[in-house]
């Protein structure tokens, strides 16, 4: 009676450990099949008998990153730099300014007038350097004497100019009249001669001036404008320049032969510069005009200005700076140019 049931016990055994078996395989993982056709095998029970054990593998201990150490400098012996004494500076001298300029007064004889006539000198800044400077001889009106210029502010106007280097230095001579300029014409015996043959050198002989025609210039206003054309245009190579402010280019002053209206067109007037300005309400303006245009016709090179105003102690005044501009353009700004004076 027990065969039986051991029979049946070992059937169910041998179910279970197929089951199993089954349960393994297909626990386990499934390989890749290659792309080719295998033949058809029976498959072979596969029995596991114990579970595979792995081993870990230990992961390799990474070696240590060692960071190198800069390269040591190498030092280079920097020679020890030796002192030396402080230089002991000397004093600079600091130059000296020049002395502004100034008005004398003076007085000069004349063989003409047979007596001491006036005159005033503005001499320039720095006057008395060992240098002959350039002049400029000036003439009044009829009612004016030696301070007319002088009044009207000539002085301030060129000391600023020359100041600034806008003009050269240059001696402003300013001379009293006197009845000899209203009552005489050109020639021996006239104002002509007492300027030339008696103002002239004297100046020349006591002041440091550039006593050559190059050196030399004239103007004046009103009669003096008129005598400063006559004495020019008469004799032209004794000056560089002349100037006439309103001149009062009057015909019964002299006859065609010393009338700058006549003169000025005749005689052969060289290299002179000629300067003539006159205000257009000026009562005078109809003759100075004339002789500017007869002069432009003849192509006698001269500059012509016409401004406003009238022929008054105003108008003079507003044109000094013009006036000195012009006169000191021939002349170097550059006192060492100058000739050597031996005494001053």
């Known amino acids: 009676m027990r065969l039986p049931f051991l029979n049946e016990c070992r059937a169910i055994c ?12 297909a626990c386990a993982p499934t390989a890749e099949r290659p792309s080719a056709e295998i033949p058809t095998q029976a498959a072979a029970a596969v029995v596991s008998t114990s579970a595979p054990v ?15 150490a800069p390269p040591s400098p190498t030092l280079t012996a920097v020679p020890s730099v030796t002192p030396f004494p402080t230089p ?15 008005i004398r007064t003076g007085a000069f004889f004349s063989g003409v007038t047979g007596e001491e006539n006036k005159y005033r000198i503005y001499l320039p800044p720095c006057y008395g350097d060992g240098r002959q400077y350039p002049a400029l001889y ?4 009829n009612t004016h004497d030696d301070s007319a210029w ?9 000391e600023a100019l020359i100041r600034s280097g806008a003009i050269p230095p240059m001696l402003l001579v300013m001379v009293d009249g006197g009845w000899i300029a209203n009552t005489t014409s050109g020639g021996p015996g006239s104002y002509e001669d007492h300027i030339l043959n008696y103002l002239i050198p004297f100046i020349e002989a006591n002041y440091c001036v550039w006593a050559e025609p190059a050196g030399r210039a004239i ?17 032209p190579e004794m000056f560089v320049s002349v100037g006439g402010h309103s001149p009062a280019l009057i015909d019964s002053y002299a006859g065609p032969e010393r009338s700058p209206r006549y003169t000025g067109l005749n005689n052969d007037l060289g290299d002179l510069r000629i300067y003539m300005d006159i205000g257009a309400d000026d009562y005078l303006l109809p003759n100075a005009l004339q002789l500017h245009e007869d002069m432009a ?6 500059t012509w200005v016409l401004n406003e105003g009238a022929h008054e102690d105003s108008y003079w005044p507003q044109h000094l700076t013009e006036y000195l501009l012009w006169y000191g353009e021939p002349w170097s700004l550059d006192r060492s140019s100058y000739p050597v004076c031996e005494s001053s």
Request: glycine share 12%; net charge negative.
């Open 88 to 102: 002991t500076l000397s004093p600079t001298l600091t130059p000296t300014p020049c002395p502004p300029g100034e």
């Open 138 to 141: 000036l003439f009044g009106g």
């Open 297 to 302: 016709a003849q192509g006698i090179p001269h």
């Open 14 to 25: 041998q179910i279970a450990l197929v089951g199993i078996v089954f349960l393994l395989a």
């Open 150 to 158: 002088d009044n009207y502010g000539l002085d301030e106007a060129a």
């Open 219 to 235: 103007g004046g206003l009103s009669r003096g404008g008129y005598w400063s054309l006559e004495i020019a245009f008469r004799q």
């Open 54 to 68: 792995v081993t870990a593998v230990p992961l390799p201990t990474a070696a240590p990153t060692f960071t190198a």
